[in-house]
Each structure stands twice: as C-alpha cells, then as structure tokens.
C-alpha cells in the first residue's frame, strides 16, 4: 500500500504519495457525519504519522514507482542511440557556418532567468501539455549555438539588471543600478554622469537605417529597456518625481523623458509604465480610482502628447493603453506605435486581464509586422521582465508561467522570420537564488513535493526550494509543514533557508542561445559585454565593420566570403 498524505489544492482535495502522485479524494465530511468525520480524521492521522517513516525507505518507493512511469520506448536502448545518432548529424551540419549578414537581430532577454529556471520552465511547458515534461524542448533549445555568459557588474560580485542591461545591449561593463553610462558613473551621482555616456545597440540600428522597437512586460523605462535608450546615473529615476533634487538642478534627466527625447524615432514601445508619462496626480485611464496607478511627473508634462508631436504629419503614429486596441490595429498602416499597457509594470501572464493586456507573444508578433516593413531590417528588444519579479516575491510559479510565456514569444519570432537573414539571441542579464531537488521522480509535478521527508524534522518539502527570500516561515518554533498549505497556489511562495523580504540575484554565469547568421561566434564562455558586440558585427552596424562588402547583388552584404580573401592575400594564393 503507498505512503499518503492529505492535501489541500484550493478547492481540490487529494490523497498525495510522498513521490509526488496524486489520488483526488473526497473533502472532509461535514459535522452532521461524525462517523464519516472521525474516519476521515483518523485517515488523515495515520498519513501524517506516515511522514515519519525513514527517508531511505520513502526514496525506495519513489525510485520504484519512478521506474514505473519510464515510457515504454526509452526503455529500449535504440531509442537512446537514434536520438543521439539525429544529434550528432544535426551537429555535423553546423560545420556549414552562417556567414550572411544579419538584417534582423531579435534579443530575448528573460530578466532573472538563470539556467536552474530555464529547466524548470522546460518541464513546466512539457506538464502544461501532459506530458512528464523533462524530455520537452523549450524553443530556446532548439537554438544551434550555445555559450555562457559571466554577469558580474564592474563593482558587484552579484549583478542587478541595470549594470548587466548597459553590457548585453551598449557592449561596456558598468556599475549596479546605472544605465547606458561607463563605469565612471558613481550611483546616483548626477554630475557622474556627463561624459561617460554609452551608446546601444538599438542606437547603431536606428544610425544605420534600420527601424527598433522595445518589448518588455515590466515599465518601458525599467532598467532592461532604458539602457536601449537612457543615460542615468540610477535606475530608479523613472520620472523626476523619483529623482533627489540635487539630480534634477544639476541637468540631469529622468529616464520616461529621455526616452521620448533621446530617439524620437523608435519605431515600437510596449509595455507598462503609463503613470510616468503624466503629469502628477492625473487620474489613470483604467483605474480611476486607484490613487497609486495616477500620473507621477512633477514638470507637468504630458510625454504622450510630446512622442505624438515629434511623429511626422505623413507617418501613421498610434498610441494604444489596451489589448482591443493593440489587435484592432493594421500594422501595414502603422509607422510609429505607442503602447502602455498599465500604469507600472505589466501584469503576470497567470493574473493576466486578456481584454485589457496582451500577452508577451501578441506584442511580439505586432512589433515585427510593424518593423519588418523597413527593406534595410530592424532591431527589435523583447524582455520577458517579470520572470525576475516572480523570484524575487517566491512565487515561483508566476516566474516560470512567466518564462514558458516567453518561450512561446521566441516561437512567434521564430515563424516570422528566417535563419538566413535574421540572427537571434536568448538570454538572461542574471539568475537566481532559485533551485529544484530532492530526488523527484520522472514527471514529477515541477511545483510538487520531493518523495522523501527531510531526515532532521521529519517534514516534507517541496522541490522547488529558494537560497533566501520571504518563503522562510517558522510554525510553532518549526519548519512550516508545507503539507498543510496549497502549495500549488499561484502565489505560493516556496520555503527559503534565509528569510528576506525580496529574494536575491544570483551570481553564476547564464546561458545564450543563438541561431541565425554568425550565431557561431557566441560559443563558449565570454563576458556579458561581448553580446552586443557580435551582435553588431553579425549585422554590419555600429564601428566594428571592416569586415563588411558592399552591397552583392541581392542587396544584402556577406562578411563571410570578404573574410575570407582578406586572409588568402597575404599568402599569395589569388596571385
């Protein structure tokens, strides 16, 4: 007979083995049963009693039942050796490298998505499908070309997203909490500021020609979007309203106005971030009532009036606050498009309001309609930002939904484009202090309990399980029993071994994923700054192009061939 526990799943009740398979049971009986009452009372006694069995003798049940959920093809081992044998063939083809030149590049960067969450969200994408989900292939697995990327900041051993932002997209390292600015700029020091000013990537596109857009699901002007476009000495300048008034008397700009000012000519802005682009006070269009959701600046500007001023009369410009009004659009009629979906950062896909917010991938899709018109290519930045909010408050079933979202937006990309001409890269800026253990078993449920009891205080645990943050809970001088909460609920924050208020960034390296022309040379271990720059090269922009022809015949150059003839030359061959 298995080993049981009773559970609570919202309005659910189920009988779970200790590995993690559930059985759906009756809920309690009602008062007006005591017979009934008192035996399902004594069921759960004797499952809570059954928490005390050795932790050996529980993993050996795991480990039988695991056996028995093997599918019948993997346990043959030809399936094994097919499936290597396709591998290593698709791997003998990238000896064939992409040398085109890039006339799209796409960047994903998932905010907080360290290996350990791209795992989980893996398993998570393949359970949402019935499936065991370990065998799934995210769309970032599909990528050819792999690499590491080292994240640290010039002064943090451990990254924030504004230092790591200004690497991956201006191509220079840079302090914690400064965006689009050198490491000469100090933290909230304003006079820091002038002269140590980097560019992005998303300024050498515009500067060549090309169209850009933004795609984030946190603020437009949350820390991975404004180092597209913004130079400040903190991250937290989101409208003057947030900036000391020493920043503000020494010249310094808030970043919602440097991004309607610094390129006025970026093609597509979506996101959140609404309150910021309004004088202070003014009543949100959605949420009327909500005192926190009005405008914040103190200027008294109006930055949407002034981004549709600076539009040309001839162009087409839209500015849109909700779903219905994003998809009403044509994006063959739309130059320039405006999107601000909430007040601050947008919501989590699983709270998410599908008559007023759009999800990551229809933002993505409408974006590359708009940006693909432009016969020179684009540019286009997609974050998925709220991964790193989901960690951060030890939800982390809101981080994964939020990641397997994501990877649904890379798919989107992935129809609509081609590997000939458009070179993408998956990203994070840092990970987290996130993990999942305990020896669970194949198909496990991602959110569900490990098959074993902890050999110290005799209580399960879930295997998922985070470094720090608010899940750290103490019940009468214990460890919560995590069996007697609804640990699958959406906000469900999992047990931390340090308690903090926010869980932290972790600091080991994360991984890129790339596809596309000159994808290969994202392909071991390489500092975080090292994106942009092969980013550039792929695409012939910004000052890194000695390498690039002139335009062949179908108008678009190749650096490949170019390189070539410059290494044959000194040895004679040609002549």
């Not at 019948?72 to 044998?85: G, L, N, T, V």
């Not at 720090?468 to 047990?495: I, W």
């Not at 012939?540 to 410059?566: E, F, K, T, V, Y």
């Amino acid at each position: 007979m298995g080993i049981r526990s009773w559970e609570v799943r919202g309005s659910e009740h189920r009988l779970t083995s200790p590995n993690g398979l559930t059985t759906a049971s009756p809920p309690p009986p009602t008062l007006s049963h005591p017979r009934r009452l008192y035996l399902w009372a004594l069921e759960r006694e004797r499952a809570l009693e059954s928490t005390m069995i050795s932790a050996f003798l529980v993993l050996a049940v795991g480990t039988c039942l695991a056996t028995s959920l093997v599918p019948e093809k993997e346990k043959d081992p030809k399936y094994w050796r097919d499936q290597a044998q396709q591998t290593l063939k698709n791997a003998l083809r990238l000896q064939n490298l992409n040398t085109n030149v890039a006339k799209n590049i796409i960047m994903f960067l998932g905010d907080g998505m360290g290996v350990s969450t791209v795992t989980a969200a893996r398993i998570l994408k393949g359970q949402l499908h019935h499936n065991p989900g370990e065998e799934t292939r995210l769309e970032m697995d599909k990528f050819p070309h792999v690499a590491l990327s080292k994240t640290y900041n010039t002064n943090a051993q451990v990254p924030d997203s504004a230092g790591t932002a200004t690497a991956y997209l201006c191509g220079v390292k840079a302090n914690e909490g400064t965006v689009g600015v050198s490491a000469a700029t100090q933290r909230s020091q304003c006079n820091t500021t002038r002269g140590n000013e980097v560019t992005s990537i998303l300024r050498w596109a515009k500067d060549s020609g090309k169209s850009v857009g933004i795609v984030t699901t946190t603020r437009v002007n949350h820390a991975t979007p404004s180092a597209t476009y913004a130079h400040s000495a903190d991250r937290d300048w989101y409208s003057d309203n947030e900036m000391p008034p020493e920043a503000l008397s020494q010249g310094c700009k808030d970043i919602a106005y440097q991004l309607m000012h610094n390129i006025r000519d970026i093609e597509v802005i979506l996101g959140g971030g609404r309150k910021y682009m309004f004088p202070k006070n003014t009543t949100d269009v959605e949420y009327e009532q909500d005192e926190k959701a009005r405008g914040t600046r103190l200027d008294g500007l109006n930055l949407i009036d002034i981004w549709k001023s600076f539009k040309p009369r001839h162009k087409h410009s839209h500015y849109v606050w909700n779903r219905t009004e994003l998809l009403a659009l044509k994006p063959s009629t739309v130059d320039y498009l405006l999107g601000l979906f909430e007040p601050g950062d947008m919501q989590y896909e699983l709270n998410r309001n599908n008559g007023t917010d759009p999800s990551l991938s229809e933002m993505v899709e409408i974006a590359i309609k708009i940006l693909s018109k432009n016969p020179r290519g684009f540019f286009l930045l997609v974050e998925g930002g709220r991964i790193d909010h989901g960690h951060h408050e030890g939800k982390a079933k809101q981080a994964l939904h939020e990641a397997v979202e994501m990877d649904l937006a890379i798919g989107q990309a992935g129809a609509m484009t081609s590997l000939e001409d458009t070179l993408t890269v998956v990203t994070a800026d840092h990970s987290h202090v996130f993990t999942f253990g305990g020896y669970t078993p194949r198909g496990n449920s991602i959110f569900g309990l490990a098959p074993m009891v902890s050999d110290t205080d005799k209580k399960p645990f879930t295997a998922i399980l985070y470094g720090n943050g608010p899940g750290y809970k103490v019940v009468g001088g214990e460890r919560e029993n995590v069996s007697m909460v609804d640990y699958a609920h959406n906000n469900y924050q999992a047990q931390s071994a340090v308690p903090l208020r926010h869980e932290t960034h972790g600091g080991e390296d994360v991984a890129v994923f790339a596809k596309g022309p000159m994808a290969h040379l994202l392909h071991g271990v390489h500092e975080q700054n090292y994106i942009p720059h092969v980013m550039a090269y792929a695409a012939c922009i910004g000052a890194n192009r000695d390498h690039c022809a002139s335009a062949n015949s179908s108008g678009s150059p190749s650096p490949g061939p170019l390189l070539l003839l410059l290494a044959l030359l000194p040895l004679g061959i040609l002549f």
